[in-house]
């Protein structure tokens, strides 16, 4: 008897520890805009579940800085606390986070998400994960490294989301005890998958079916690919970058030399790898009760899967052929070209001698040439009239009105949608690996 009664009284004190655990969610979002009245993170900012009444978070927001719509969405949710989004704002917050760690007002059980939401830029070296705009400057998320290792010495149960362009990346920083969210593979993310990823934060909800419930959503299927530091994540990833990487707008197309690895296509071999493994769990029937909840996918469906996935494909990489070869072409004609300028040598390319161009015509109409002025815009009108400029500047105007390569990589990014939770649902059952984003409850 005594023994169940001690028993019992521990349960009693676990749930109550349990219970009175601190959830902090801390916001960062909304920097680096231009001028303007709004910021494009407003709407993710505002339908933020955590930030909801009866959520159980207490949040802090940084937000923007500078835009008048958007500064007054976040004064008005957190009643004039909402502090700018600075550089020097991120750093305390991040050392104030440390320090209470340190010193156990954040202890063992507790609960924090930083979430961020803003526009990202490209790794550079030594970075391992990338850098993130405020509103004066950038902010290396390298440094919540350290906040991640004191979290997990001291049995903080911490979460990272950044909902920001390149933000996987940011994946670096997961581990088997630190769950890590992106909007995105290595590349350009869309702010309609932080939203729907955030806006599915519900009470009750673990992070991880948070993710996956926003990154299925069907206005959530954008070209770009969410990520989760789980290990069914990562290894879903690996199966499915074939398709993330192929999900390239026209503006993001590079050279055929620079794509290397990325000129995937429907007779690659990882493609096979993807299909090969779609095939395998459709011998599995444990999965399809789920997938037909789901999607409706029946599991007499799965080879039906297989060939949208494959036309989706064919049809984006038909649409990026004519794309890729016009860009090519341009890049051919791109060389640095020098020319004498009156007693001058100018050295430039293509788009340097146009936009020389259009500035010595606009001083003309002005009236604001001289003599030398007048001299030095015949060699660059003389210039923009020779058969290379020609021929390279109708190329530009060919490949900036070509059409269709968003709509067949959204195409993509549908099936993708599909793809990914057949394998992330199968990979799984299989995991033995502890799960940080399974077990953090919202």
């Not at 910021?39 to 909801?52: H, W």
């Not at 997961?174 to 993310?189: H, N």
């Amino acid at each position: 008897m005594w023994n169940k009664r001690v028993a019992l009284g521990l349960l009693v004190l676990a749930l109550s520890v349990k219970a009175w655990a601190k959830k902090e969610v801390v916001y960062f979002g909304g920097g680096g805009e231009p001028a303007g009245p709004s910021t494009i993170f407003d709407a993710a900012y505002a339908n933020f579940a955590p930030f909801s009444a009866g959520s159980g978070w207490t949040a802090r927001s940084y937000f923007d800085g500078g835009h008048a719509n958007s500064e007054a969405i976040a004064q008005q949710k957190f009643k004039g606390k909402s502090k700018p989004m600075t550089a020097k704002n991120m750093a305390d917050e991040i050392a104030s986070l440390k320090a209470r760690i340190n010193n156990g007002s954040l202890a063992k059980g507790d609960q924090v998400m930083v979430t961020i939401a803003t526009h990202g830029l490209e790794p550079k070296k030594p970075q391992s994960t990338h850098s993130i705009t405020t509103t004066d400057q950038s902010f290396n998320m390298d440094e919540l490294a350290q906040l991640r290792d004191l979290a997990e010495k001291k049995g903080v149960s911490l979460a990272i989301v950044d909902l920001s362009c390149y933000s996987g990346n940011s994946l670096k920083l997961g581990t088997d005890k630190t769950c890590v969210i992106s909007a995105s593979a290595g590349g350009v993310s869309y702010n309609t998958s932080g939203d729907f990823i955030g806006r599915n934060m519900k009470k009750g909800l673990t992070l991880e079916e948070a993710f996956l419930d926003g990154r299925s959503h069907p206005t959530a299927a954008v070209p770009a690919a969410p990520q989760i530091s789980s290990e069914a994540g990562r290894k879903a990833y690996e199966l499915t970058k074939i398709l993330s990487e192929s999900m390239q707008e026209r503006s993001l197309i590079k050279s055929t030399k620079e794509m290397g690895a990325y000129c995937y296509g429907t007779k690659s071999n990882p493609y096979a790898k993807l299909v090969s493994a779609l095939r395998d769990i459709g011998n599995s029937s444990e999965i399809f009760s789920y997938l037909k909840v789901k999607f409706g996918i029946e599991k007499s469906q799965m080879e039906p899967l297989v060939q949208k996935l494959e036309a989706a494909m064919k049809k984006y990489e038909n649409s990026r052929r004519g794309v890729q070869k016009t860009f090519d072409e341009i890049t051919g004609l791109e060389k640095q070209e020098c020319h004498a300028v009156a007693s001058m040598k100018l050295c430039g390319n293509k788009a340097n001698w146009a936009f020389g161009y259009k500035l010595l015509k606009e001083r003309e109409i002005k009236g604001q040439l001289d003599e030398k002025g007048r001299a030095e815009l015949a060699v660059y009108r003389s210039y923009v009239n020779t058969p290379g400029f020609r021929k390279w500047e109708s190329l530009k105007a060919a490949h900036g009105t070509q059409d269709g390569l968003f709509d067949e990589a959204k195409e993509v990014a549908r099936v993708e949608r599909e793809v990914y939770q057949v394998l992330y649902e199968e990979l799984s059952k299989k995991s033995s690996k502890p799960n940080p984003c399974r077990s953090f409850v919202l």
